[in-house]
């Protein structure tokens, strides 16, 4: 019987599917048999069916198709006929479908709007393309309207509106400020997914004028800009907080609809203070994994690839510390028409049968219905072999004329599906694809494959006939495959011979020859050897093949899987591969390849190179293994292993190795077992019960191991009672009810006999109990439950087996399950060693009170307060943990002059106990840290003022200051030191009768009770006369900081164009000083990344200037607090400054009252009016502001050379250096990232614009280019 197989053939006749075809008819991939066989039109290319086009280039509408004859193409229009013809604007392009509109040269977009379709068309059929709706993109103008500033109170809520201009497509928002820089967003200040600016509460740095709402329009890569929105935040102390309130969506409720396979955006945004957070779930269900993104600060709920089981009620909580609200939207996934099966493409022969299936689904489900040639089917000409029947067509009996192309639509009211299907009816005599005489060439004993190409319709029948009048071929040492092949599982020489294949069908018959030779497998017959040499010597490998006659054979050698070396030293003969003068690394596997057009085959040999000895050379290499193993002397727990010894290859062999394997337990493992000496050639070994053994022995020399011998016969021992029990055997309780004993299992060689099994016994101890125990398999783990809490256990585990039990294993003593300790220790004393050290005592808590293992005692310690200065601060607990039962413990790093609480806690195994009542303790005074700042300013001929600040950490009262300072001369040699002693409450002192130009150095430190602090250094120099010194100098620097940021100014005295520098360290640390460099000529700059808490010196310096630094300034960040907002109402400095001022008023407004009483009226008011100022306008009524002020940007050029005055006010004609110049009022302040945030306290004159700056703004769809 012949056998039938399906696989693919070789490359002429791979059957693949021709255009999707699915069929009782392949059509080979031949491109001769396509050019001749007839084919209904495909659409292979087409636009998409929503098609927006740029309105200022041509409109292409694509339409390609193939079939055999070439189809012709035509074009409808909004459902009429197309006419290209007529339209001097519109083209098709040569041998295709596809639609050019020219729009470049006079046409308009908006005229050629509508929906087009395309029909490709042969004698065969009529496809047609989707509806391609075409829609020039727009990109309107926004509409000029009128902007009124918003003013805000802080902490209120506020929406910006965008309102962008209706385009196509919906332009993409974004906010911007007048430098087109991106304005930041976070959880308070967010962009919603309508393109408006949401804030959930205004903070003062809120105010600007620039919030300009940009709309990008892609499609013609244009920006359109709104006008600018002013924001003004009205401060108000205090501010209130409030509970969160929806700003959208509104309402509690809300609907939402989106399409299967869509992206699902949801958007929660709240108004409330402090901002409240966002959190989404879903009722009844969890979110989507893997398919749910949060995005605009977890305000957006993002579900990728959506899909019915999407559907529900998604909830979105704002919560801040005053309450929360919720808002459920009720989400419903609708879903347009998708394929279940889409229609494939019919070839069939005359009279045969089949279907096209068009499956969709949706939701709402589809309608299904048919055209056929692009005609409704229920108007199409009749075809009696069709049958309509739903989503199905089904064809009998099929002819030639049933050739058509059908088209099936799928669609509900969320969009349509349209498939093109043809059925094509061939009739067509047979044709074999595969060359005539074709030539097969097989390696004997190896399979061969004849092709046999074929086509035909109806499809026809196959037979294979060996030589000129050979019979036909059958039997089992065939295989026919349905695609013709014939395949001879096994070739043998006589399988040599001319084959013919024969196809017909009932349109005809064809035939054709083809050719099988068979040849000689490739052999190596002598391979090459591993091989010991010596190093410097000789070595070759040998290769000696045999081949067929009429292959031709190449042969190339490897080292180690590579190609060998480019090294004349070694040499490639015919048969052989020779190494001259060998050396260490030619060390590796050497590998000979023969390949031959059909086969390949290898042989691979290791060389080892070994030092030559000064004899006359010997080659050394591994013993031989051992042989003739044999067992006798059989006993039950031992057995005699004798053996021969193999070739020593010139080293003695120093020992043997025997090793074993267990047949029984672990098949395939070979453990070892023993050694001897390499003398001995018997050895008695030790046997373990129910073990199948065998044995094997390997041979070792200095120059290494031989391989192991071939294994002994297997020799099966008897069952018998375990000899041991299992080991590391615990109990240790995993609760307060519990003891969980655990041991390690004996293995299988372990286990002398079948039926492994553990007894687990245990009793309490010190307690009159019975043993308690329980037989568990092989297993290594018992749980007793319902035990007292912390109590000792003997335990012992004994292992089993079907002949008996082991001995009686030893006892191990365990504690069931920890508690946590139920007491606090007491007598809790605290001995203060200094003002940094202090000890704590405590009594040990009752060993029956710990309830577990003791593992020490914990002191919780924390600053309460500074006694120097009374100010509270973020409590830091400190944890020491002292080991064991010990009653004592130092408490090291503590500040001086400080309160501090601690108490302490036992710990065992579970965790801590309760805490000893807080113990109070107070540290001494210590010395001060470093005068937080040292400035020498107003010099004069004979005199120096000098400024201070209070040490940050005094540690202590301060009783005094220590000033010492010395002349320096030109050589930098020192002078006389000179000490005065300055009274604590003193930070200001005026050093007289100085010599004139002299440089002076000071040193400068605080003094408590206990001593003298660091000290601070400073250099000046007196004047040489009552003119400004011309030497450049950096004074006056000042520190601003926070947690973890500090902001640097100062004054610089110098030439134009320095180039400054701002470097840092640690106060008091020895670390190198950090450097930072200034961009540009500023006179400010902002440190970053500094630790909160920590005391830090500065200093500035310029670049290229030897020498020419600054003093340094100390400085302490802020403590890390969740809070730092102070209400200033409530500072003593505060209230004792506003009864100041009202007592100052009280008074001029008595001395007012006297002299108007005394004096009469004066005429100063109707002067002032009748001579009005420019420069000096009456302040409005409502806010307190000068009026008559324009909103320029530009300003009046300040003078060079002026300075800020001391309280931070700034007069009309300061420094341009000033800080002050970045904001417009005192008010200004940088924020952390160093840009200057500034108060607006009136409105300047506007005045013409200096210089070469254009005074127009630049253009937003230029600069938008380069930013978006």
Not at 3 to 29: E, N
Not at 336 to 360: F, H, K, M, Q
Not at 643 to 663: A, K
Request: charged share 20%; glycine share 6%; aromatic share 8%.
């Amino acid at each position: 019987m012949m056998k039938k197989k399906s696989i693919p053939a070789s490359k002429p006749s791979l059957m693949l599917f021709l255009c999707q075809i699915v069929s009782a008819l392949d059509v080979p991939l031949d491109s001769k048999l396509l050019e001749e066989l007839s084919q209904p039109p495909t659409i292979t290319q087409q636009s998409p069916k929503d098609y927006i086009v740029d309105p200022r280039e041509n409109i292409v509408i694509q339409c390609e198709a193939k079939g055999k004859p070439p189809p012709s193409f035509s074009w409808t229009r909004n459902g009429t006929h197309f006419d290209i013809d007529k339209d001097a604007q519109v083209t098709m392009k040569p041998n295709s479908g596809t639609l050019v509109i020219n729009i470049m040269n006079g046409g308009k977009a908006e005229a050629y709007e509508g929906v087009y379709q395309c029909t490709a068309r042969n004698e065969r059929g009529a496809a047609i393309s989707n509806n391609i709706v075409i829609r020039p993109s727009r990109s309107p103008l926004w509409t000029k309207e009128k902007l009124e500033p918003n003013h805000v109170r802080e902490g209120d809520s506020l929406v910006l509106h965008c309102r962008p201009p209706v385009g196509l497509p919906p332009p993409i928002i974004f906010w911007m400020d007048n430098a087109f820089q991106r304005l930041p967003q976070s959880e308070r200040v967010s962009q919603g997914l309508n393109g408006d600016l949401y804030f959930s509460n205004v903070q003062p740095e809120d105010t600007r004028e620039d919030y300009i709402c940009y709309a990008r329009f892609n499609h013609t890569q244009t920006i359109q800009q709104k006008q600018p929105i002013s924001v003004k935040v009205v401060s108000t102390k205090p501010v209130t907080e409030r509970q969160p309130v929806l700003l959208t969506p509104t309402g509690s409720t809300s609907t939402k609809v989106e399409l299967r396979g869509n992206v699902l955006l949801l958007e929660c945004i709240a108004a409330g203070l402090p901002t409240p957070v966002i959190r989404w779930t879903k009722e009844g269900g969890e979110l989507p994994a893997n398919r749910t993104f949060f995005e605009n600060f977890k305000k957006t709920l993002k579900i990728i690839d959506v899909s019915e089981a999407d559907s529900g009620n998604y909830k979105c909580t704002a919560r801040n510390v005053l309450g929360s609200v919720h808002h459920v939207i009720s989400v419903t996934v609708k879903a347009a028409p998708y394929w279940i099966t889409a229609p494939r493409n019919l070839v069939l022969s005359p009279g045969e049968d089949g279907t096209l299936i068009c499956r969709a689904n949706g939701n709402p489900k589809p309608s299904i219905s048919w055209l056929a040639n692009g005609v409704p089917i229920a108007i199409a000409p009749e075809d009696p072999s069709r049958k309509v029947d739903g989503d199905t067509i089904i064809f009998s009996h099929v002819q030639e004329r049933s050739s058509a192309v059908y088209q099936c639509n799928a669609s509900n009211e969320y969009g349509y599906l349209l498939a093109n299907a043809f059925v094509n009816v061939l009739a067509e005599p047979p044709r074999i694809l595969t060359p005539a005489n074709k030539l097969y060439q097989v390696i004997a004993d190896s399979p061969a494959l004849l092709d046999c190409a074929y086509f035909g319709s109806p499809k026809p029948e196959i037979e294979w006939f060996k030589g000129a009048k050979g019979s036909i071929l059958r039997g089992n040492e065939y295989i026919f495959h349905d695609n013709g092949t014939l395949e001879i599982p096994v070739a043998q020489k006589d399988s040599t011979g001319t084959y013919t294949c024969v196809a017909r069908n009932e349109l005809g018959k064809i035939q054709n020859e083809v050719h099988l030779e068979i040849k000689d497998p490739t052999m190596i017959i002598k391979q090459p050897e591993y091989t010991v040499v010596q190093r410097y010597s000789q070595v070759s490998f040998e290769c000696i093949i045999k081949h067929d006659s009429t292959l031709l054979p190449t042969v190339v050698w490897l080292k180690d899987n590579d190609e060998l070396p480019d090294d004349e030293r070694f040499l490639v003969g015919k048969d052989n591969l020779t190494i001259m003068n060998v050396t260490d690394k030619d060390d590796g596997t050497y590998t000979c390849v023969v390949n031959t057009t059909l086969d390949s085959v290898s042989a691979s040999a290791v060389l080892t190179v070994v030092a030559a000895p000064p004899t006359p050379a010997i080659i050394y290499a591994r013993p031989n293994p051992p042989f003739d193993l044999e067992l006798t002397g059989q006993l039950e727990r031992s057995i005699d292993l004798s053996w021969t010894p193999g070739d020593e290859n010139n080293s003695p062999i120093t020992n043997f190795v025997i090793e074993y394997e267990d047949g029984l337990h672990e098949p395939g493992v070979w453990h070892y077992q023993t050694e001897v000496p390499g003398t001995q050639t018997t050895v008695q070994l030790k046997l373990s019960p129910y073990v199948n053994y065998s044995f094997r022995v390997i041979a070792v020399n200095k120059i290494g191991r031989s391989q192991p011998s071939e294994p002994s016969q297997q020799y099966l021992t008897k069952s018998a009672n375990p000899d041991e029990n299992p080991a590391n055997v615990q109990g240790i309780g995993s609760e307060p009810d519990n003891l969980v004993i655990t041991w390690e299992s004996l293995t299988g060689f372990q286990s002398n006999g079948p039926g492994l099994q553990y007894k687990v016994s245990w009793r309490q101890k010190d307690v009159d109990d019975e043993w308690t125990s329980v037989i568990v398999a092989n297993v290594s783990k018992y749980i007793v439950s319902g035990t007292p809490t912390f109590v000792p256990y003997e335990i012992k585990v004994q292992a089993l087996n079907d002949l008996g039990y082991a001995p009686e294993p030893s006892e191990v003593i365990g504690h069931s399950g920890e508690d946590l300790p139920m007491v606090a220790p007491g007598n809790v004393q605290v001995h203060v060693i200094n003002s940094t050290l202090a000890k704590v005592h405590w009594d040990p808590v009752p060993l029956k009170t710990v309830r577990g293992h003791l593992q020490g005692y914990k002191v919780y310690y924390w600053k309460v307060q500074s006694l120097s200065r009374r100010s509270r601060r973020h409590v830091e607990k400190k944890i020491l943990t002292f080991r064991g039962n010990k009653t004592f413990g130092m408490l090291p790093g503590l500040e001086p002059y400080s309160s501090y609480k601690l108490n302490v806690r036992v710990v065992n195994g579970k965790g801590e106990g309760p805490a000893s009542p807080d113990k109070v303790f107070k540290t001494p005074e210590g010395v001060p840290s470093s005068p937080s700042f040292l400035k020498i300013t107003n010099p004069t001929l004979d005199s120096l003022t000098l400024e201070w600040g209070s040490p940050t950490h005094p540690n202590g009262v301060l009783t005094s200051y220590i000033l010492k300072f010395q002349p320096i001369n030109n050589t930098h040699e020192l002078g006389p030191l000179v000490e005065i002693r300055i009274p604590a409450n003193e930070s200001t002192l005026i050093l007289k009768n100085l010599n004139y130009s002299t440089r002076y150095k000071f040193y400068f430190n605080a003094q408590t009770s206990v001593g003298s602090g660091s000290q601070i250094t400073e250099e000046a120099v007196t004047i040489m006369d009552e003119v400004q010194p011309l030497y450049p100098r950096i004074r006056n620097v000042t520190t601003a900081a926070a947690e973890t940021y500090a902001n640097i100014s100062w004054e610089y005295e110098g030439p134009d164009h320095a180039n400054f520098y701002v470097e840092y360290g640690v106060a008091g640390s020895k670390e190198d000083w950090k450097k930072e460099i200034v961009n540009g000529s500023r006179s400010f700059f902002v440190l970053k990344g500094l630790t909160p808490g920590t005391a830090y010196k500065v200093r500035v310096g310029a670049e290229g200037l030897s020498g020419f630094r600054s003093s340094e300034d100390v400085f302490e960040t802020g403590p890390a607090m969740a809070s730092r907002q102070v209400d200033i109402a409530t500072q003593g400095w505060f209230i004792g400054l506003m009864c100041a001022v009202a007592l100052l008023i009280l008074i001029l407004l008595i001395v007012c009252f006297i002299r108007r009483n005394k004096g009469g009226k004066y005429p100063v008011k109707e002067k002032e009016d009748a001579h009005a100022d420019p420069e000096i306008q009456p302040m409005k009524e409502d806010d307190g502001t000068f009026g008559e002020y324009s909103d320029a940007e530009d300003h009046k050029p300040l003078k060079k050379g002026s300075r800020t005055p001391s309280d931070r006010t700034v007069k009309k004609e300061d420094s341009d250096d000033s800080l002050v110049d970045y904001g417009e009022g005192v008010n200004g302040q940088f924020n952390e990232d160093g840009s200057f945030i500034g108060q607006y306290s009136g409105k300047k004159e506007k005045e013409p614009a200096e210089g070469n700056e254009s005074s127009e703004a630049p253009s937003p769809v230029n600069a938008m280019n380069s930013f978006v």
